[in-house]
């Protein structure tokens, strides 16, 4: 069960972010990787399984959530807002050690560079 609600979350994240048919605001894309976030870290699943979710797409799992820690790092209003709760939440799964940022040309990229456009559209 928990696998699929990691995997449900994945998919209408993915769609909201990198697709023309999600349907979900900026703000509930947050709110949806929060909960991916917190799910993950609730699951007792194996690790190796969830990295295999979403690995064709342009940004698999693991991409999405280190381009989501990046962008959130960069666009959240202060510590009582919805962005730096979700910084908050991917940073328990996600240490970014030396890195400065998302490797180009990868997925953590394309979805960090994504979240951006969301973001400076207006699509909030």
Do not use: Q
């Amino acid at each position: 069960m928990e696998y699929r609600n990691i995997e449900r979350l994945y998919n209408v994240a993915y769609a909201s972010i990198f697709t023309f048919t999600g349907k979900l605001s900026y703000d509930r894309v947050t709110d949806c990787l929060i909960k991916l976030a917190n799910e993950i870290m609730e699951t007792d699943t194996d690790e190796s399984l969830w990295w295999g979710i979403g690995e064709f797409d342009e940004a698999g799992l693991d991409g999405l959530i280190i381009g989501a820690y990046w962008h959130y790092s960069e666009w959240h209003a202060g510590m009582y807002s919805n962005g730096y709760a979700a910084l908050s939440a991917l940073g328990r799964i996600y240490w970014p050690n030396m890195e400065t940022g998302p490797e180009t040309e990868t997925g953590e990229h394309s979805a960090y560079t994504m979240l951006n456009e969301l973001v400076e559209t207006g699509e909030l």
